[in-house]
Nanobody, 124 residues
């Protein structure tokens, strides 16, 4: 079992940056692949980025590639999402998620644990 708590959301102007953090409980954080997803108003939850257990491999949605960077610090039980060049269409609730199998990292249903989400609002 792992509990996830996101932080770092807020209101930012287009072109600005935010860094989201997701702190995980438990002593087995390094055994989980981690993902970031988002859900905009009236939209389905969608994949943003994912990272494997040791941080050596990352995956991104095409819409954020080159602007967002996912990273993790296993010593701190934390995964991060650095978001640069933000656009109004990035406005959403952002969720981190964990899974201990390490496959299908772009798929919502492949994750076992979810945080409560943090709101990101980008103004034009």
């Amino acid at each position: 079992q792992v509990q996830l708590v996101e932080s770092g959301g807020g209101l930012v102007q287009a072109g600005g940056s935010l860094r989201l953090s997701c702190a995980a409980s438990g002593r087995t954080f390094s055994s989980y692949a981690m993902g970031w997803f988002r859900q905009g108003p009236g939209k389905e939850r969608e994949f943003v980025a994912a990272i494997n257990r040791d941080g050596g491999t990352t995956y991104y949605a095409d819409s954020v590639k080159g602007r967002f960077t996912i990273s993790r610090d296993n010593a701190k039980n934390t995964v991060y999402l650095q978001m640069n060049s933000l656009k109004p269409e990035d406005t959403a609730v952002y969720y981190c998620a964990a899974q201990n199998i390490g496959i299908r990292l772009r798929v919502v249903g492949a994750y076992d644990y979810w945080g409560q989400g943090t709101q990101v609002t980008v103004s034009s």
